[in-house]
């Protein structure tokens, strides 16, 4: 017998903690190197986790819905099952640890997934979750300890305490954390000190509790939503916000998607309006690279980036995510087509990467396709602006002193203040609309 501990790794960039959604092994069960065995939703993405040791599960040190810190035991597996059990043997204290994976090596899952971005991505996941083949092994050492024999076997002692830790099962933490009760703070009923269920729910206090309400449904924050809210108000609260808008005449953008949808660059490839939006933010930040910046607070520098890492907001039942196109200023016009097109495919079959999300620079934002006429987005922490597009309806408008029926949307910039002041900040939105009302402008200034 053999034991090793298997411990959560870092699924993501910094990530201090996951949520354990199911196992996806039992105690009992031979697995084999590479096997998934658990599904961690993290703040980010649900991902799949691959076992680093083949052998029989021993010991499932946390159960479903449970949150773990990370470095903190979720498994152990006893990796030679065939030989004869030792007495208290224990993993060798000494044995170099076991890497953790990359966060480049983990493919996350998403569920039902629907783009804020005019249908960019919409329709229902697949079934079914993708294995993770990590690429690192076992331990290369099978060093053991043996715990000294003893001539009787000992009193049970009663389960110590941790200094500022409840004995809890998991749980009875989950219950205690979707209530807000600090469960240092409660004398366990159960043996050696235990918190119990029943003394979580003696806890609650009448204002934790609130007025009772018929049909109140209380939901944990945790995952995604719990990092966008962080997020957005660590952004609200940071970067002084302006925004602006403009509403402006887009049938010759109307006319030129459908021109663009019949020639052979873009047979397989979505055209819609976001794709011609996205080029005239593109080209506006090569005109005022301003916009495509951050604050670097730190250092007391504003930070003007080489390359457009375009964002496209998206909602899924999870939260907000914001996939990104790398360097999308690079692209030409059918490029960056299928480049939204592959962020659309890869999101409706739930493969969205940590790292597809990460380093984003500028983002686009449409609530157009819910029918909305525009908004006040709020800023993604690090970048200097947001476009956000509303819907495109047919509208009366005024031309050549004629009122006429026109394609009409209105446009919404908010801009981090502290890098762009208004006259900046309304050239740029000034030069995306006048792109739209005529793409003869794009193809000039691009």
């Known amino acids: 017998m053999e034991l090793r501990e298997f411990k959560l790794p870092d699924l ?14 039992a105690e009992g069960d031979t697995i084999t190197l590479n096997q998934p065995i658990v599904e961690v939703e993290t703040a980010k993405a649900a ?42 043997m224990v993993p060798d204290a000494d044995a170099p640890p076991v890497p953790s994976p990359s966060p480049a090596d983990l493919v996350p899952t998403l569920p039902d997934t629907q783009e804020v971005g005019a249908g960019l991505i919409g329709g229902a996941a697949p079934g079914g979750r993708t294995a993770v083949l990590v690429g690192y092994g076992p331990r290369t050492t099978t060093a053991v300890r043996r715990a000294r024999k003893q001539s009787a076997p000992a ?19 989950k219950l205690a954390r979707d209530l807000g009760i600090d469960l240092t703070s409660i004398a366990g009923s159960g043996e050696g000190g235990t918190v119990t269920r029943a003394d979580v729910q003696a806890a609650r206090t009448p204002a934790a509790q609130g007025v009772p309400r018929s049909g109140d449904v209380r939901v944990p924050i945790r995952g995604v939503r719990k990092l ?26 109307s006319e030129l998607v459908g021109r663009l949808r019949t020639l052979p660059e873009f047979a397989d490839v979505k055209v819609t309006p976001l794709l011609l939006v996205a080029k005239a933010l593109l080209v506006a ?27 496209i907001a998206a909602a899924t039942p999870r939260g907000l995510l914001v996939p990104n196109v790398k360097d999308a200023g690079s692209l030409g016009l059918p490029g960056l087509a299928a480049a939204l097109t592959a962020l659309t495919q890869t999101a409706r079959e739930g493969r969205t990467a940590p790292a597809d999300m990460a380093g984003g620079t500028i983002t686009i934002t449409n609530v157009g396709v819910f029918g909305v006429d525009t908004g006040t987005p709020i800023l993604n922490p690090g970048e200097a602006a947001i476009l956000c597009v509303g819907v495109i309806r047919p509208t009366p408008w ?49």
Request: charged content about 20%; aromatic content about 4%; some cysteine.
């Open 285 to 311: 930040c090569r005109r005022h690279p301003e916009l495509n910046a951050s604050w670097d607070e730190a250092a007391q520098e504003i930070v003007l980036h080489g390359a457009v890492n375009l964002g």
């Open 228 to 253: 966008t809210a962080q997020n957005m108000v660590a952004s609200a609260f940071t970067a002084p916000h302006v925004t602006e808008f403009l509403t402006c005449d887009v049938t010759a953008t």
């Open 12 to 25: 993501g960039e910094g990530l201090t903690e996951g949520e354990i959604l199911g196992w996806l092994v």
């Open 47 to 88: 991902v799949e986790v691959p076992s680093p040791y083949a052998g029989r599960v021993v010991k499932l040190h946390h159960d479903a819905g449970s949150t773990v810190d990370v470095g903190s035991p979720i498994i152990t597996v006893d990796t030679a099952p065939g030989d004869a059990p030792g007495d208290g």
């Open 398 to 446: 005024v031309v050549d002193g004629q009122i006429v029926v026109r394609d009409v949307t209105t446009l919404g910039l908010s801009f981090d203040h502290r890098l762009v002041d208004g006259q900046l900040g309304s050239q740029f939105l000034a030069d995306i609309g006048a792109m739209l009302s005529d793409p003869a402008r794009l193809l000039a200034w691009s």
């Open 155 to 173: 009193a049970p002692e009663a389960p110590a305490v941790a200094r500022g830790k409840a004995l809890a099962k998991p749980p009875v933490r």
